[in-house]
């Protein structure tokens, strides 16, 4: 969760935005609300590891639990997230099709002022010949007398204003994320339901909500947006269970795997450090 966390903090930097004002929330459907339930306003100072310690030690649970939440948080973010990435993919796609007909147009009247702007006539003379488009002309020729597109100047105001390459219309917070502002939340709400449902003994939400750092009230609405945004599926079959801690163990064995190699370069470092500097004391010396 650390990993996940940090990662998506990096590449997530604009979905770390504050909750909407009451007055703008009108508009934001049930889901997108249950997502902004979860988005706190500062990081809590108390660490992933230290959090899910404390949890086990005064709310201590089954395997399952802990590890079911992983299969939740993945489950939460396919399921919010494919309605908005499908629509932003439309949109994407209508912006790219609008800039390769744009591009297409711009290219054809380029192809037509090359070749009809100016034509000979039988006297010898040449007579000036109007682009296909009238509201294409270019700026120069607008107030030019005896050009074809000779008019008053006005305000410049492009019916269609310059936009970017890709486009992102849609509010960032209608996306899940798990990051740094919602994962403490997201875990002792996970933890809630997820104890209730594997286990015939369970704590009150009271003490869940003190061991958690939350008020009572917070926390019972952030269950019923946690079991929302899971559909209410907190059924989880044995095979996925057992897949998802074959992936914990062996993402654990890379992870130390990576943390020695990078001991073990930082050792060679300061070696090749220390031996240089003896060799440039001899040679001072010497």
Avoid at 131 to 137: K, L, Q, R
Avoid at 140 to 162: F, K, L, N, W, Y
Avoid at 188 to 209: E, H, L, M, P, Q
Wanted: aromatic content about 8%; hydrophobic content about 35%.
């Amino acid at each position: 969760l650390t990993k996940i966390t940090t990662t998506n903090d990096q590449q997530h930097e604009h979905l770390h935005r504050q909750p909407a004002h009451l007055e703008s929330t009108s508009h934001l459907t049930s889901q997108t609300s249950s997502v902004l339930a979860f988005h706190g306003k500062n990081v809590p100072s108390i660490t992933i590891l230290s959090y899910l310690s404390r949890i086990n030690k005064y709310c201590p649970t089954s395997y399952e639990v802990f590890l079911s939440l992983l299969v939740y948080f993945d489950r939460m973010t396919e399921r919010v997230n494919a309605g908005p990435m499908q629509t932003l993919r439309e949109a994407n796609q209508h912006a790219y099709d609008q800039n390769r007909s744009a591009s297409s147009s711009s290219e054809s009247l380029s192809s037509d002022e090359m070749e009809g702007v100016t034509t000979s006539t039988g006297g010898g003379g040449q007579t000036a010949t109007p682009p296909a488009s009238g509201g294409m002309e270019k700026p120069a020729q607008r107030d030019v007398p005896g050009t074809p597109h000779s008019r008053p100047q006005r305000m410049e105001s492009p019916s269609i204003p310059p936009e970017p390459a890709v486009m992102d219309p849609y509010n960032l917070s209608h996306f899940f994320v798990v990051d740094s502002f919602n994962i403490h939340r997201l875990v002792i709400a996970g933890v809630t339901c997820a104890s209730k449902f594997f286990s015939d003994i369970f704590y009150t939400n009271s003490r869940y909500a003190k061991v958690g750092g939350l008020p009572l009230q917070e926390l019972n609405h952030l269950e019923l947006q946690f079991l929302l945004l899971n559909d209410f599926r907190l059924s989880v079959p044995v095979e996925e269970i057992e897949a998802y801690g074959t992936m914990l163990v062996e993402f654990y064995a890379r992870e130390v795997v990576a943390q020695k190699q990078q001991e073990a370069q930082a050792m060679t470092g300061r070696s090749f450090s220390e031996s240089s500097s003896d060799s440039t004391a001899t040679v001072r010396a010497a």
